[in-house]
Nanobody
Framework: QVQLVESGGGLVQPGGSLRLSCAASGFIFNDYAMRWYRQAPGKERELVAH????????YSADSVKGRFTISRDNAKNTVYLQMNSLKPEDTAVYYC???????????WGQGTQVTVSS
């Protein structure tokens, strides 16, 4: 059974930090690129960060690149998103996503809520 289980979300004050984790199982993690998306109420889901199967990293915008860091630990089948200097506009449900580009196979996690508020 394929699973992508996000954790680490919660309520944090502006300027604070969170680290999201996504634990993967049921597929060959090392063969997949991993992504973090987020979706705020009333808005479309947007790409936050991407890390390829070989570790190449891209970010959606300079503002995210400067504050967020995506990483992966293949030995643990886990991808992380370190989020620093959080802003209220970062409030969203954050989703883990796995992509096997060769076959176009993809999987979604269930999402974890991040709320940035004073």
């Amino acid at each position: 059974q394929v699973q992508l289980v996000e954790s680490g979300g919660g309520l944090v004050q502006p300027g604070g930090s969170l680290r999201l984790s996504c634990a993967a199982s049921g597929f060959i993690f090392n063969d997949y690129a991993m992504r973090w998306y987020r979706q705020a109420p009333g808005k479309e889901r947007e790409l936050v960060a991407h890390i390829s199967d070989t570790g190449h990293i891209t970010y959606s915008a300079d503002s995210v690149k400067g504050r967020f860091t995506i990483s992966r630990d293949n030995a643990k089948n886990t991808v992380y998103l370190q989020m620093n200097s959080l802003k209220p506009e970062d409030t969203a449900v954050y989703y883990c996503y796995a992509l096997r580009q060769l076959t176009r196979r993809k999987y979604w996690g269930q999402g974890t809520q991040v709320t940035v508020s004073s």
